[in-house]
């Protein structure tokens, strides 16, 4: 069965240093991977997706995304912190079946 | 572009009331979906359409009731509301399935709260 991990429910960084929120899943097949970001009392939003083409993937707001096959992970990464990224953040799987899993999110803590 | 919209934003009702949410696309997607979020647990499928007239259950369907009688709609009807109900919902949409690394588009949000 498919499923998606993320592995830290709440990730706190300082302002200006790297961001990296973890997520692994598991897949029968090459699945499409995504990472949504949901701001306070917002709708959820596309900052990136992998759907087999190039593994590293550059995403908006300056994130991007690694796909790691033998390590069945995707991680998200920004290498300078910025106050407004201050969110939750989603990583979902999608697989050749079309069904769509959510990771249970991680929320990004930004210290001033 | 509109996208995806929902109404209300915000709702309360009180137990045992019915009503509805409403969700409307403005991008021909064939692929409509009613997500409930929760804290901790992330979004759940709980209604989904892949077209007009044709719906199906999804992960936490008890409670709710949805139809598409057209390709931009997708109404989620609550039957008679529950504490257990107060939620945030979410509509989505995209395109048709087989497509891979089609991206989900989701609508504000609908914050309920039953009382």
């Known amino acids: 069965a498919q499923s998606v991990t993320q592995l830290d429910s709440h990730v706190s960084v300082s302002e200006g240093t790297p961001v990296l929120l973890r997520c692994n899943y598991s897949?029968?097949?090459?699945?499409?991977l995504f990472w949504y970001v949901q701001h306070p009392n917002k709708g959820l939003q596309l900052l990136l997706k992998y759907t087999s083409a190039a593994t590293l993937v550059k995403g908006i707001n300056g994130f991007e995304a690694e796909f790691k096959k033998s390590e069945t992970s995707f991680h998200l990464t920004k290498p300078s912190a910025h106050m407004s990224d201050a969110a939750e953040y989603f990583c979902?799987?999608?697989?050749?079946?079309?069904?769509?899993?959510f990771g249970k999110g991680t929320r990004l803590h930004i210290l001033p | 572009n509109a996208g995806v919209t929902q109404t209300p934003k915000f709702q309360v009702l009180k137990t045992g009331q019915s009503m509805t949410l409403q969700c409307a696309q403005d991008?021909?997607?064939?692929?409509m979906s009613w997500y409930r979020q929760d804290p901790g647990m992330g979004l759940r499928l709980i209604h989904y359409s892949v077209g007009a007239g044709i719906t199906d259950q999804g992960e936490v369907p008890n409670g709710y009731n949805v139809s598409r009688s057209t390709t931009e709609d997708f109404p989620l009807r609550l039957l008679s509301a529950a504490p257990s109900q107060t939620s945030v919902y979410f509509c989505?949409?995209?395109?048709?399935?087989?497509?891979?690394?089609?991206?989900?588009?989701f609508g504000e949000g609908s914050w309920l709260t039953v009382v």
């Open positions: 989505a949409s995209r395109r048709g399935q087989g497509i891979a690394g089609n991206t989900i588009y």
């Open positions: 897949s029968s097949y090459s699945p499409s």
């Open positions: 979902v799987v999608k697989n050749r079946d079309d069904k769509i899993i």
């Open positions: 991008m021909n997607h064939e692929y």
